[in-house]
């Protein structure tokens, strides 16, 4: 299983950018997907899930209202669109997928098997 992030880039303050995440070698079909963000010198943070079902969304606090995380019909990609992004959305974006995460570990790291190689979001103030 592969994933393969992009998207990201430098875009200024109060912009708007849309994620990518492809797999490989599977679907997301009955996989719990989520996108996970590093800052430097800080630790990786939950940023949204999707839950296996695909019906339930969970984001982190500050992120709510401003991003949404989505799946294709064909479950071979995962998106996270962001919306009204300021300088402390800045970080490389992971996304992440397993088959065995439950409802309660869905912001938890190590609860997922496979990431992505990240992507870099930048925002200018």
């Known amino acids: 299983v592969q994933l393969q992030a992009c998207g990201g880039g430098l875009v200024q303050a109060g912009g708007s950018l849309r994620l990518s995440c492809a797999v490989s070698?599977?679907?997301?079909?009955?996989?719990?997907v989520a996108w996970f963000r590093q800052a430097p010198g800080k630790e990786r943070d939950f940023v949204a899930a999707?839950?296996?079902?695909?019906?339930?969304?969970f984001y982190t606090d500050s992120v709510k209202d401003r991003f949404t995380i989505s799946v294709d019909n064909a479950k071979t990609t995962v998106y996270l669109q962001m919306h009204s992004l300021g300088p402390e959305d800045t970080a490389k974006y992971y996304c992440?997928?397993?088959?065995?995460?439950?409802?309660?570990?869905?912001?938890?790291?190590?609860?997922?098997?496979?990431w992505g190689q990240g992507t870099q979001v930048t925002v200018s103030s």
């Open positions: 070698g599977r679907t997301f079909r009955n996989n719990a």
């Open positions: 999707l839950s296996r079902s695909g019906h339930r969304p």
């Open positions: 992440s997928t397993s088959p065995s995460v439950i409802q309660s570990n869905l912001a938890s790291q190590t609860a997922y098997a496979y």
